[in-house]
């Protein structure tokens, strides 16, 4: 993986485990840590409640138990972490429904850990494309002369443009020529530091992380469709 060792990585795991130490690690642990999956987990549980103040009390005693050190058990033996924080989140609502004694519990069987949640499911697929997204941007202001990113972002955000309309764009954003050809080849390579930087970010939620893992995990997160094509720029 070009420009990042994997072996290096930390990954969520760790972070959590950091978050619960005392001083400076512990702080900037668990700043990634609200960093990375507050805005997830908001809108995770006011799609599976339907209740904004209801979520919102859940969306608080979830943070206090982080804060507090009371979500210190993350094991990375577990496997995937997205699995871990949706355990703590269902059993989470469920506490809270008990404790208010509201009945029924919201629609889908969260004392089944196996059972399906297509809502977070979702929203977890969104929130790692979000965090894809702003690795490729870091990388183009970091890289001088990059443009992958804005290329990337011109053809999804226009899918019926034409490879010339695109380039067009694209000089005319820069004030250059961008020929057809320039711009496909920078597609090509935009598309396949996309999905290295897919792959990272998959690295950084599951334990072991070995290529079939990840190749699992993808799929699992529905980004099949998304892996294969970009995959194919790898071998072009």
């Not at 711009?183 to 935009?190: D, E, I, M, N, S």
């Not at 930087?197 to 469709?225: M, Q, S, W, Y």
Request: charge should be neutral.
């Amino acid at each position: 993986m070009s420009g990042e060792n994997l072996t290096d990585l930390e990954t969520s795991w760790t972070t959590i485990r950091n978050a619960h130490c005392p001083g400076p690690v512990g702080q900037a642990a668990m700043r990634e840590l609200i960093g990375r999956y507050h805005d997830a987990v908001e809108r995770y549980l006011r799609l599976k409640l339907r209740d904004r103040n209801l979520a919102d009390e859940v969306f608080q005693e979830f943070w206090t138990k982080l804060l507090t050190h009371k979500l210190a058990g993350a094991d990375n033996n577990k496997g995937r972490f997205r699995d871990y924080l949706r355990t703590v989140l269902h059993r989470l609502i469920i506490d809270h429904f008990r404790a208010k004694k509201i009945q029924p519990l919201p629609p889908g069987d969260l004392l089944d850990p196996a059972s399906p949640d297509a809502d977070y499911d979702r929203v977890w697929r969104e929130a790692v494309i979000k965090r894809v997204w702003t690795r490729l941007d870091t990388y183009e202001v970091n890289t001088p002369k990059n443009r992958y990113a804005t290329v990337l972002h011109l053809r999804v955000g226009n899918p019926k443009a034409s490879i010339d309309e695109l380039a067009q764009q694209l000089g005319e954003q820069n004030r250059t020529t961008v020929t057809p050809e320039a711009f496909r080849k920078t597609l090509q390579r935009a598309r396949a530091k996309f999905l290295e930087l897919l792959i990272v970010e998959l690295r950084e939620t599951i334990h072991p992380a070995e290529p079939e893992d990840i190749e699992a995990e993808i799929f699992d997160l529905g980004l099949g469709n998304l892996y294969r094509r970009y995959s194919s720029e790898l071998d072009n």
